[in-house]
């Protein structure tokens, strides 16, 4: 017990704690290259996804704030596609792109538990194996990072939980 509340431990008894993240930006990346980092098998990076979801609660802050993204593959594959709500279309970078990166903005320094990121399926889902996802403060500055090296699928919950 911790403060008198129950809590996760790790296999040698440190508390294991889940904190809110506080960030502006929220990015995703493909570093390195395919052949270091296994993705799909065609040789292109190409971030691709249904949607990115970040939760104060039960709310989406999210949905609909401005996305950019480092190119688009075509009109109907654009940053905001990924905030706007709707599973059946996806924000994709372009195949020529050789360092894709997708960016929320959150509009100004917040506070929030978690990020869902949903990703596409059709047999593509392996186009985001190894991504990378950053909370950034106002400055751009890294506040937050993990590597994930298995591709959501069909969702991942990213939290930021530290061992104390």
């Not at 075509?74 to 940053?79: C, G």
Request: no cysteine; glycine share 6%; hydrophobic share 35%.
């Amino acid at each position: 017990m911790i403060d008198g509340r129950f809590a996760l431990v790790d296999h040698d008894g440190h508390a294991v704690t889940d904190e809110s993240f506080r960030g502006r930006y929220v990015r995703i990346d493909l570093p390195g290259d395919n052949k270091d980092f296994p993705r799909h098998e065609a040789n292109a990076k190409i971030l691709n996804f249904h949607e990115l979801e970040v939760y104060d609660g039960d709310r989406n802050i999210a949905l609909r704030k401005n996305a950019r993204q480092s190119s688009d593959l075509k009109d109907s594959n654009r940053a905001e596609q990924a905030v706007n709500g709707d599973l059946t279309d996806l924000a994709q970078t372009g195949p020529n792109d050789t360092d894709p990166w997708w960016e929320l903005d959150l509009g100004d320094e917040v506070d929030f538990d978690r990020i869902v990121i949903r990703n596409r399926a059709e047999g593509l889902e392996k186009r985001m194996n190894w991504f990378r996802i950053r909370v950034l403060d106002a400055d751009h500055r890294v506040l937050f990072e993990r590597f994930i090296a298995q591709a959501p699928n069909p969702s991942r919950t990213v939290r930021n939980v530290s061992i104390n």
